[in-house]
């Protein structure tokens, strides 16, 4: 009897066995949580950043916050920065704020030093947001973005796409390119010296130390020239996906 009953017990699957016979489990299209309209980056290992290469930086900030264009935030922002823009090793060449992200062009000497120095402006972010909000809690949302750009063409461009975002935004809110030509007060516009002749009279007053730091890399300060100098008027492209 002893022996029937063992032989009647049931064999357990194994997970193949189990999707073979219910179809569930493992590996298959549209299986795991939704991405999502903003699928957060993963946290997977980043990859290497050359120390000569500038590198394009995204911050986002969670739904239901304030706007990071509103002046009090932009002042407060500034002031922050400008405590925390060059670190030695990492340095915040230029910026913009948008709505509900900031996009930053770095200059770190290896991934370490971007994410020491990335940890350091995401809280002073998060901080100078729940000052001006008169809020506490988390601000961001997700890890932040990063693309190191490896040519004079891939600078020329990134510059263009952080400097004119905003334009850029507003033409697709508008579905037509902006009519006015000024420079970004939510920028560090203003403290950029590649601007075509014409933006000369669209200038704030830079009387005051810039909260950027100075450029080092070749690419940053005189690479990306070889492509042209930025209109003030043109429309930035989509710039290529960044990695996690």
């Not at 910026?95 to 770095?106: E, N, R, T």
């Not at 190191?148 to 905003?166: C, G, I, K, T, W």
């Not at 590649?194 to 009387?207: E, I, K, M, V």
């Amino acid at each position: 009897m002893a022996g029937d009953r063992l032989a009647r017990r049931p064999k357990q699957l194994t997970f193949s066995d189990y999707r073979k016979r219910t179809g569930r489990g493992g590996p298959r299209p549209g299986a795991g949580r939704p991405r999502g309209p903003r699928p957060r980056v993963l946290h997977r290992e980043r990859a290497p950043v050359p120390g000569d290469c500038p590198v394009h930086v995204t911050l986002r900030v969670k739904a239901n916050l304030p706007s990071l264009r509103e002046g009090k935030f932009v002042r407060e922002w500034r002031r922050s920065l400008a405590e925390a823009s060059e670190r030695g090793s990492f340095r915040v060449a230029h910026y913009s704020l948008q709505g509900d992200h900031a996009h930053l062009l770095v200059e770190a000497h290896g991934k370490d030093a971007l994410a020491r120095g990335m940890k350091s402006i995401a809280a002073r972010l998060a901080r100078a947001l729940n000052r001006c909000a008169g809020r506490s809690g988390p601000v961001l949302d997700g890890r932040y973005h990063h693309r190191s750009l490896r040519s004079p063409r891939e600078v020329r461009r990134a510059l263009a796409y952080v400097l004119l975002n905003a334009r850029r935004h507003l033409a697709k809110r508008r579905s037509a390119a902006p009519s006015a030509v000024r420079l970004d007060p939510a920028s560090s516009a203003r403290w950029f010296d590649g601007w075509r002749p014409q933006a000369a009279s669209g200038l704030a007053d830079t009387s005051a130390a810039p909260e950027v730091a100075r450029l080092r890399t070749w690419l940053l300060r005189v690479g990306w020239r070889r492509h042209g100098l930025v209109d003030p008027g043109e429309l930035p492209t989509q710039q290529p996906a960044a990695t996690s």
